[in-house]
């Protein structure tokens, strides 16, 4: 039999070059190819030395009409999880789930594992990276000492599916982390590429023949990514990122990808001395400790997936003396803070070029939608001029290039979840009407960004601010 070619693959997507080269041409990335040796070529049975190929088994086709029934699920008893993953775990489902290291992500899988095992389902903890010991710890340290949880510190793909298909099929499996472990059928070290491929197949194989759902832990590079080879990701089912910040006390479950649910959908959870405690009503935990007098704050009424999320956007400006201003952005996407900046000094007649910027999303909440130009708009003119913007008042709407305000998907749901935390008004794009009227809640529609700045600077100035605003 052959001997396997040398291979270079890149350790941080997966591509194959047949060289050493410094970059990767598929992602980017500089110094990233290892060496790895490629599997021998498989002897196909019945075949010639002159590669003619076996022939294949036919399978039947179906068209597009018949039956469709919805995926059964399993409740993991943490409603959080259950409404990230779409209503609860899919038999035979494999979900990747990633976070900065310390974010929480052990303690929630040791919690749902728990849960799971109370109601009667066999549960298979397996640890690569803890000893046994350490698991028992942190169970302890969260109560959770009582469930029937199987716990293991183990390795190897092979042995795993050979004890896990012993005996009764787990109704659940946790691989903590899939960059420890690896299989035999691959000639590479644990943690390379060929190896997170290859030790991934196997356990997918192993929950789609056993109906198993297995969760993979992935670790997480220093820019937020999944560490390993992108084609991981397109092999599970679901991909769910584990968000925040060690300076704040909550936790946020974002999914990226999911094939039985909805994607985009967010759990709320909060950090406490028992574990992570879920989060019922998020608007409320992001808008405490709000300043209500202070200029620079806007409410932006956003959506998360199907849920509604009220959150405050800060805005800071200031003169700057150095020749280029500042502009720094925190849980925003910096392109978005300089194409708003754009369109209020174009089509708002504001002098923005000798400010220093900077906008803050609080509670270190990281937001997507565009519907959160209006808001971060009005707290960047609230800030130039000095003035407070209503306290009763949310702010939702997409900012056009040209200035107009352009109208955003589910507002009766952003209306609803402002009127429920007691705001009274909202500034909105045209065509917006409050739908709702039980919770009445007036609604200032603008079609312009030049509208919006005409409102704010006639609005009362409250003394001790700076001066109005700087027109051209």
């Given at each position: 039999?052959?001997?396997?070619t040398?291979?270079?693959?890149?350790?941080?997507?997966?591509?194959v070059?047949?060289?050493?080269?410094?970059?990767?041409?598929?992602?980017?990335?500089?110094?990233?190819?290892?060496?790895e040796?490629?599997?021998?070529?498989v002897?196909?049975?019945?075949?010639?030395?002159?590669?003619?190929?076996?022939?294949?088994?036919v399978?039947?086709?179906?068209?597009?009409?018949?039956?469709?029934?919805?995926?059964?699920?399993?409740?993991?008893?943490?409603?959080?999880?259950?409404?990230?993953?779409?209503?609860?775990?899919?038999p035979?489902?494999?979900?990747?789930?990633?976070?900065?290291?310390?974010?929480?992500?052990?303690t929630?899988?040791?919690?749902?594992?728990?849960?799971?095992?109370?109601?009667?389902?066999?549960?298979?903890?397996?640890?690569?990276?803890?000893?046994?010991?350490?698991v028992?710890?942190?169970?302890?340290?969260?109560?959770?000492?009582?469930?029937?949880?199987?716990?293991?510190?183990?390795?190897?793909?092979?042995?795993?599916?050979?004890?896990?298909?012993?005996?009764?099929t787990?109704?659940?499996?946790?691989?903590?982390?899939?960059?420890?472990?690896?299989?035999?059928?691959?000639?590479?070290?644990?943690?390379t590429?060929?190896?997170?491929?290859?030790?991934?197949?196997?356990?997918?194989r192993f929950?789609?023949?056993?109906?198993?759902?297995?969760?993979?832990?992935?670790?997480?590079?220093?820019?937020?990514?999944i560490?390993?080879?992108?084609?991981?990701?397109?092999?599970?089912?679901?991909?769910?990122?584990?968000?925040?910040?060690?300076?704040?006390?909550f936790?946020?479950?974002?999914?990226?990808?999911?094939?039985?649910?909805?994607?985009?959908?967010?759990?709320?959870?909060e950090?406490?001395?028992?574990?992570?405690?879920?989060?019922?009503?998020?608007?409320?935990?992001?808008?405490?400790?709000?300043?209500?007098?202070?200029a620079?704050?806007?409410?932006?009424?956003?959506?998360?997936?199907?849920?509604?999320?009220l959150?405050?956007?800060?805005?800071?400006?200031?003169p700057?003396?150095?020749?280029?201003?500042?502009?720094?952005?925190?849980?925003?996407?910096?392109?978005?803070?300089?194409?708003v900046?754009?369109?209020?000094?174009?089509?708002?007649?504001?002098?923005l070029?000798?400010?220093?910027?900077?906008?803050?999303v609080?509670?270190?909440?990281?937001?997507?939608?565009?519907?959160?130009?209006?808001?971060?708009?009005a707290?960047?003119?609230?800030?130039?001029?000095?003035?407070?913007?209503?306290?009763?008042?949310?702010?939702?709407?997409?900012i056009?290039l040209?200035?107009?305000?352009?109208?955003v998907?589910?507002?009766?749901a952003?209306?609803?979840?402002?009127?429920?935390?007691?705001?009274?008004?909202?500034?909105?794009?045209?065509?917006?009407r409050?739908?709702?009227?039980?919770a009445?809640?007036?609604?200032?529609?603008?079609?312009?960004i030049?509208?919006?700045?005409?409102?704010?600077a006639?609005?009362?100035?409250?003394?001790?601010?700076?001066?109005?605003?700087?027109?051209?």
């Open positions: 039999m052959a001997r396997g040398p291979q270079f693959i890149c350790q941080s997507c997966g591509a070059y047949n060289r050493w080269q410094g970059k990767c041409d598929a992602c980017g990335a500089w110094n990233t190819l290892a060496q040796a490629s599997a021998p070529p002897p196909v049975p019945g075949a010639s030395r002159a590669g003619a190929r076996s022939k294949g088994r399978f039947p086709l179906e068209g597009l009409q018949g039956a469709s029934l919805d995926a059964p699920r399993v409740a993991s008893g943490i409603g959080e999880l259950d409404r990230v993953t779409g209503g609860g775990f899919v035979g489902s494999v979900i990747l789930i990633g976070g900065d290291p310390g974010i929480g992500k052990s929630l899988l040791t919690q749902a594992s728990a849960v799971m095992a109370r109601a009667g389902h066999r549960v298979a903890y397996i640890s690569g990276e803890e000893a046994v010991a350490q028992r710890l942190r169970a302890e340290r969260l109560g959770l000492s009582d469930a029937a949880v199987e716990l293991a510190a183990e390795t190897n793909v092979e042995d795993i599916v050979a004890t896990l298909s012993h005996g009764p787990p109704r659940l499996a946790i691989i903590d982390s899939i960059q420890t472990m690896w299989t035999g059928s691959v000639e590479a070290a644990p943690g590429v060929t190896q997170v491929r290859g030790s991934a197949q196997a356990l997918i929950a789609k023949t056993t109906g198993t759902t297995v969760i993979l832990v992935g670790h997480v590079t220093k820019d937020g990514q560490a390993g080879p992108r084609v991981v990701e397109h092999m599970v089912d679901a991909v769910v990122s584990f968000e925040g910040d060690s300076g704040y006390h936790r946020i479950l974002r999914a990226v990808k999911n094939r039985f649910g909805p994607t985009d959908e967010i759990g709320v959870f950090m406490t001395g028992r574990g992570l405690a879920e989060v019922a009503n998020p608007s409320a935990l992001f808008l405490a400790g709000r300043d209500l007098s202070a620079g704050t806007a409410v932006f009424a956003g959506m998360e997936g199907t849920r509604p999320l959150v405050e956007i800060q805005a800071l400006v200031a700057t003396s150095l020749g280029t201003p500042r502009r720094a952005v925190v849980g925003w996407d910096p392109s978005r803070l300089s194409m900046l754009a369109v209020l000094e174009a089509h708002g007649g504001l002098k070029g000798q400010h220093d910027v900077y906008l803050n609080a509670g270190g909440l990281r937001i997507t939608e565009p519907a959160a130009d209006l808001a971060a708009a707290a960047l003119v609230s800030s130039l001029a000095g003035l407070p913007l209503p306290a009763d008042c949310v702010y939702f709407g997409e056009g040209s200035g107009a305000i352009r109208p998907a589910q507002t009766p952003r209306l609803k979840e402002a009127a429920k935390l007691g705001f009274n008004r909202t500034v909105a794009p045209p065509a917006v409050n739908q709702d009227e039980t009445p809640l007036v609604v200032t529609t603008t079609g312009h030049a509208d919006l700045v005409a409102r704010i006639a609005q009362p100035r409250v003394e001790g601010n700076r001066p109005g605003l700087a027109r051209r």
